[in-house]
């Protein structure tokens, strides 16, 4: 064999390994590129499933905030609605209580009217005739001369002469009351009734309880602190034309008795 052929031999040699060593190294990285290729498929099967329960729960939850939503608004507008029916009553009630209240003034103002008018025609007929004998049953069957005149809703029944507690006494025996002065529209307007003389009335003097005080404790709007009362002069209190004053009891001066209208049973009055 001569050089040439043995440098051949080398050469194939060396190529045909070359050969051998590429196709074990295919073959072998051939399974680990299909492993490979294996290995990425389950994954694209997990996100697709995943990708899709996403977007399920999304619609959920905004189907839910949705419903949410709707329902906050219909329970506020039930709510609304609920305050509008509670004022609605609410006013229907005091409509009703305003017209009840409205139906019981007319029903006292008519009341009153008609006392007003049986006022008025008692009024009348006192007025006319001023003279009058007061039957006094209580009185030992005796009659009670005087005379009558009134002012809105009191009348008055003036007597003769006698001591304060005799006039006390006649004008209860009457279902009188001595007389007790309202306020200061009364004062004047009984001086000016009156004649020149001192007339007893229903104020004395209480010395337990060390004051001027009105018969049965009645009460007055006039004001005593105004008028000079001394006791130590007496402890009756008498009226007149000019003053209010006091005396001993014991003196002999006219009565004024006193009823309301509304408190008069009957006819108290026959012409002398």
């Known amino acids: 064999m001569s050089d040439e052929e043995i440098t051949y031999t080398t050469v194939s040699f060396h ?4 050969l051998q060593n590429r196709e074990r190294a295919d073959e072998t990285q051939g399974p680990r590129e299909a492993g490979h290729g294996e290995s990425s498929v389950p994954w694209q099967l997990i996100a697709i499933p995943l990708g899709i329960l996403c977007s399920i729960l999304l619609v959920t939850v905004a189907v839910l905030v949705t419903h949410i939503f709707q329902y906050v608004q219909e329970k506020h507008e039930l709510q609304k609605t609920l305050n509008n029916l509670h004022q609605n009553t609410s006013i229907m009630q005091n409509d009703k209580y305003l017209k009840e209240e409205t139906l019981k003034n007319k029903s ?7 006392l007003d008018q049986q006022t008025l025609r008692t009024l009348n007929r006192c007025y006319q005739e001023t003279k009058f004998v ?3 049953k209580r009185h030992r069957g005796k009659h009670v001369e005087g005379h009558w005149f009134c002012c809105g809703i009191k009348c008055y029944f003036i007597m003769g002469n006698k001591h304060w507690d005799e006039c006390e006494q006649t004008c209860r025996d009457c279902s009188l009351s001595l007389l007790t002065i309202d306020d200061d ?6 001086q000016l009734q009156i004649k020149p003389n001192n007339y007893w009335i229903g104020l004395s003097y209480d010395t337990r309880r060390s004051k001027w005080q009105w018969i049965d404790n009645s009460p007055s709007k006039l004001d005593l602190n105004t008028v000079k009362l001394n006791h130590n002069t007496g402890r009756c209190a008498f009226l007149s034309r000019t003053r209010l004053d006091n005396d001993n009891c014991n003196q002999l001066y006219p009565c004024i008795c006193e009823k309301r209208l509304d408190k008069f049973p009957g006819s108290y009055c026959s012409k002398s």
Do not use: G, Q
Request: aromatic share 10%; glycine share 0%; proline share 0%.
């Open 15 to 18: 190529k045909s390994s070359d």
């Open 108 to 114: 006292i103002d008519y009341d009153a009217l008609k």
């Open 134 to 136: 007061l039957d006094c």
């Open 185 to 190: 529209d009364e004062l004047k307007f009984l």
